[in-house]
């Protein structure tokens, strides 16, 4: 089987590197002349709503899937009339888009911080009287690892976040003063089949994540999944998802989620029976889901900007390196380690 994937970074590298011991082979549309995924597989460059491209792979993968929420909708929608793409058309256009998301959430009756529409600086001003301070600035769309949002304390931010974001459409939304951050990732297959990995601590650094510790039978776990289950059959989904959290002690909060692998699911390629890249491509691929049981406790750290040096990090015989074998380059995400032990990890350890 071909498997087709929008997006050649290191989520669709570590997709290839999971489902090639199945039998897949890959293609990857991404504009990058280096894209990092290249080298295990077909590398068509170009934009990604280039039409010539996108029939090229509609011809030649049996089904297409994609790494980022940031795919142009319209790529995703002259795909769907040519070949099969998971997760859908309605998962993406809800994810990537942040009132979107926060709509489906109030519609399943899933908690979220008050939110609003910002199309003015004057829906601003009246989103600021009825939210109150502090409160979030963010872009609807296009924003990730901290990018497109401003925290806003008091009103005399009011006006040079509008000047910093006022280019696209705008979302407001209160902040959450919470104990943790925890995400879940879940899988649904084809036939329905719903999985669930224990939850993950998140800790960010910059707003890009810093730390995911895998936590088996966590008391918040059944609520997490709940909210997941909600959210997978609503929308018909296929593949991974992934939710964020606040965890605000005596409830869950959702935060935002991904219609895909997510960042804080890496440490289930050591810490778990099946990783949610195994998962993911067995899912769009229509093949019987993997275990998500977790195998011991893990902990993941990225490296942003540059790897530290291998020798001194392997000298840990716990840690499993991976490398993205991307140019360093400041607030990148070049690699990651995950720590692994029969019994809870101590923090000092990473």
Known sequence: MIIGIIGGGQLARMMALAGIPLGMRFIFLDPAEDACASALGEHLCGEYDDRELLNYMAEKADVVTYEFENVPASAIEYLNDKVGVAPSAEALATARDRLNEKNLFRELGIPTVPFATVDSFGDL????????????????????????????????????????????????????????????????????????YPLSENVHRDGILNTSESLPDDPKQSVAEEYARRTLERLDYVGVL?????????????????????????????????????????????????????????????????????????????????????????????????????????????
């Open 125 to 196: 001003q009246l989103a600021v009287e009825e939210i109150g301070l502090p409160a979030i600035l963010k872009t609807r769309v296009f924003g990730y690892d901290g990018k497109g949002q401003v925290l806003l304390r008091d009103e005399a931010d009011l006006q040079q976040a509008w000047d910093k974001l006022k280019a696209i459409p705008l979302i407001l939304e209160g902040f959450a003063s919470f104990q943790r951050e925890i995400s879940i990732v879940s899988v649904r297959g084809h036939d329905g089949e719903i999985r669930f």
């Open 242 to 350: 992934a939710i964020e959290f606040f965890d605000m002690g005596k409830g869950l909060i959702v935060n935002e989620m991904a219609p895909r692998v997510h960042n804080s699911g890496h440490w289930t390629i050591e810490g778990a029976l099946t990783s949610q890249f195994e998962n993911h491509i067995r899912a769009v691929a229509k093949l019987p889901l993997g275990s998500t049981d977790a195998d011991g406790y893990a902990r993941m750290i990225n490296f942003i900007g540059e790897i530290p040096e291998i020798h001194d990090l392997l000298s840990n015989e716990t840690l499993h390196l991976h490398h993205y074998d991307k140019k360093p380059k400041p607030g990148r995400k070049v690699g990651h380690a995950t720590y692994w032990s029969t019994t809870k990890i101590e923090h000092d350890s990473t």
